[in-house]
């Protein structure tokens, strides 16, 4: 997997657990508030047992008070004591609805304080009654907390404030176990949190210093780049000086050879004509070599000429029917061996932007070619034709000369368009090697490109495209 494939699985590791943790947080934080709400419950029963439990001494006092003094007040305030006692009888009652051990204690507890309000009331009718000096041993079973010798309202009171006590205790114990979850959910949430903005600002750094890095490499391969096209630009200018030179060289070369070459050229036929009855055989046929080799001399410092006159001269521009210029190249050419039956066939219609004394220097040469190695077959057929470009030619029009005649290995095909280079010998195929050398030069000087595929003795094909539009230089 790629680093890019591991941060998003991190990241996403990352999120599930932030997201678990949020729930944990979440429940423990609910965990809290309910355990809290228990914890407040159970006080406000306790604070409700108090209140009884205060009221039913209130009351016991009002009524100790009334005997002692016999003011009404006191009786009245009993009275009150008894209405309170009992809503909060009925508060207690609804609040520990859940609870049936507290319920029936509470109904226990109700039982006691209505049979000691009962003792109360009566010693409160006696007291009442009573005309005489106070006699208080007579009202003392009265007073007494319990009458009848059963538990009394405070034991039962005590019973369930207790009750109350220990459900405080556990659940005050459980308030601080959801704390400290509370806590801890939190305090890890932190650290969580912590860690992956740290990890989120590491991997921003790391990022950052990647860019800047790539951003320093591109600045350095784009200087690079300048100097090396500079370079290039240098060295081209370089090589184009000293192929001009070279070219100006041979031009010069081959021009001055041809004086000299004259001479021999006049002095050997003079030779040959005013002497040949003072030459004997040996001679003659020694005139006669030196007169061949002249002539192929002559011919070949023509084609240097005709190669180097390919570069010197300025590109002309214009539009040009291939097809009609590549059927006047073959009539001419066939005009020069009018014995000969060979069928050409040109596609109608090709037409091309470029220098149309150059352009026919290339049908010449490949037309001349085809004618040549097709003397040797019985039905000879050549035809020129274009088709569209595929692979790196793709979108350009490729023009080519195909014939039947001797073809070529193409083991060899790269020597064909340097100067000199022949892959047929001069006694089957006359020629000096320099025809495919000129196209070539004309083409690239057209920004194309040629090509060549044969098979010895299935003919040939040679190719060429051309730059699509007006071409610079
Ligand atoms: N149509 C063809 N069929 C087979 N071989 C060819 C064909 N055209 C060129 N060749 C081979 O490529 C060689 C080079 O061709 P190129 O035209 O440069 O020279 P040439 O025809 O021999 O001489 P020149 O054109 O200078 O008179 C030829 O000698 C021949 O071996
Ligand atoms: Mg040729």
Not at 275 to 293: C, H, M, P, T, W
Not at 338 to 357: C, E, I, K
């Amino acid at each position: 997997m790629r680093t890019s494939g591991w941060y998003r699985v991190a990241m996403f590791g990352a999120m599930i657990v932030v997201l678990l943790n949020t729930l944990f947080a979440v429940k423990t934080l609910h965990t809290l508030f309910l355990v809290q709400g228990w914890r407040a419950h159970t006080l406000e029963v306790i604070t409700h047992t108090r209140a009884i439990d205060l009221e039913i001494s209130q009351g016991n006092s009002a009524v100790r008070a009334y005997l002692l003094t016999g003011y009404p007040s006191y009786v009245e305030r009993f009275h009150q004591a008894k209405g309170t006692i009992d809503s909060e009888l009925v508060q207690l009652q609804k609040l520990t609805i859940d609870n049936p051990a507290q319920q029936n204690r509470i109904l226990y507890l109700k039982k006691r304080i209505l049979i000691k309000r009962a003792a109360l009331e009566t010693a409160v009718a006696m007291r009442s009654g009573m005309a005489g000096p106070l006699d208080m041993t007579a009202l003392q079973p009265s007073l007494s907390d319990s009458p009848d010798g059963l538990p009394s309202v405070y034991y039962c009171i005590d019973r369930i404030e207790e009750e109350e006590q220990r459900l405080l205790n556990d659940r005050t114990r459980e308030v601080h176990h959801a704390e400290v979850l509370v806590w801890v959910s939190f305090f890890s949430a932190s650290l969580l949190d912590i860690f992956l903005l740290a990890a989120a600002a590491e991997l921003l750094i790391r990022v950052l210093r990647d860019r800047q890095t790539l951003a320093d490499r591109a600045a350095e391969i784009a200087l690079l780049n300048t100097d090396l096209e500079k370079r290039v630009e240098l060295r081209t200018r370089e090589l184009e000086s000293s192929n001009k030179e070279l070219e100006a060289f041979s031009y010069s070369v081959s021009h001055d050879l041809r004086a000299p070459l004259r001479t021999i050229d006049g002095f050997s036929l003079a030779l040959q004509e005013d002497f040949a009855d003072k030459l004997s055989g040996e001679g003659q046929d020694y005139i006669n070599r030196v007169r061949a080799g002249v002539q192929r001399m002559g011919s070949l410092i023509d084609a240097l000429l005709q190669l180097s006159r390919v570069t010197r001269t300025e590109l002309q521009h214009e539009d040009i029917d291939l097809s009609q210029m590549a059927t006047l190249v073959f009539q001419e050419l066939k005009g020069a061996e009018p014995a000969r039956s060979v069928t050409f066939t040109a596609q109608p219609g090709l037409h091309a932007n470029g220098d149309s004394r150059l352009l026919r220097n290339v049908l010449e040469n490949l037309i001349g070619n085809a004618l040549k190695f097709t003397s040797k077959v019985s039905d000879p057929q050549i035809e020129f034709g274009g088709r569209p470009g595929t692979g790196e030619l793709a979108g350009k029009t490729v023009y080519f000369v195909q014939d039947n005649g001797a073809g070529f290995d193409m083991q060899y095909v790269d020597r064909l368009f340097t100067a000199f280079q022949r892959l047929h010998g001069d006694r089957d195929f006359k020629g000096s090697g320099i025809g495919l050398a000129t196209v070539s030069r004309i083409i690239r000087r057209h920004h194309g490109s040629m090509g060549a595929f044969s098979e010895p003795g299935k003919g040939a094909n040679f190719y060429f495209t051309l730059a699509d539009g007006p071409i610079a230089g």
